[in-house]
């Protein structure tokens, strides 16, 4: 079958890719468009290190055809960072040591920032479970943890500071 087109939203921009039929979104993330924090593990969804946002949602872009996320908003840890600094999970990951090698630390981000979307005050338990597809060979998940408890709690102290 013949290349197509594929048009989605990444980032906030309109991008559009030419690809062979079953191109996976990491592989289109990662090599056509560079967006290298999208990793590439073990491209079976046993990692992690390949999760992006679509419509929100995190999911493995290396089980996802990119067809399937056409017309859809698609959010990378490159469009989470903001241009003159850290975004608040970023900061709490620093400052809880919560990386060593880095290499699953995109992926951990993206869903840390979709938990916190949903649910600002996540249970420890909560974390843990958000965390279930994302593996770390490095660091321990413990840091990990208190990263997204950190984060939560500015947040939280940030929102109750008066105006
Ligand atoms: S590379 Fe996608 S889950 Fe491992
Ligand atoms: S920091 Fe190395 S795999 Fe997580």
């Known amino acids: 079958m013949g290349s197509k087109i594929i048009t989605f939203v990444l980032g906030g921009r309109e991008v559009e890719v030419m690809v062979k039929p079953m191109t996976t979104l990491q592989a289109v993330l990662r090599y056509?468009?560079?967006y290298t924090a999208v990793k590439e593990g073990c491209r079976q969804g046993g990692c992690g290190s390949c999760t992006v946002l679509v419509e929100g949602?995190?999911?493995m872009s290396c089980l996802l055809p990119?067809?399937?996320v056409a017309?859809?908003?698609v959010t990378t840890l490159e469009a989470i960072t903001p241009a003159d600094g850290l975004d608040r999970v970023q900061q709490a990951?620093?400052?809880h040591g919560a990386f060593q090698c880095g290499y699953c630390t995109p992926g951990m981000i993206v869903v840390s920032k979709a938990l916190l979307?949903?649910?600002p005050r996540p249970t420890r338990q909560e974390i843990v479970d958000a965390f279930a597809g994302n593996i770390c060979r490095c660091t321990?998940?413990?840091p990990i943890i208190a990263a997204v408890e950190g984060a939560a709690r500015a947040s939280a102290s940030k929102a109750a500071q008066p105006g």
Request: hydrophobic share 30%; no cysteine; proline share 5%.
């Open 32 to 34: 056509q468009l560079g």
């Open 57 to 59: 949602e995190p999911m």
């Open 66 to 68: 990119v067809e399937d």
């Open 71 to 73: 017309g859809m908003h």
């Open 93 to 95: 990951f620093l400052e």
């Open 117 to 119: 979307g949903h649910n």
């Open 140 to 142: 321990g998940y413990e």
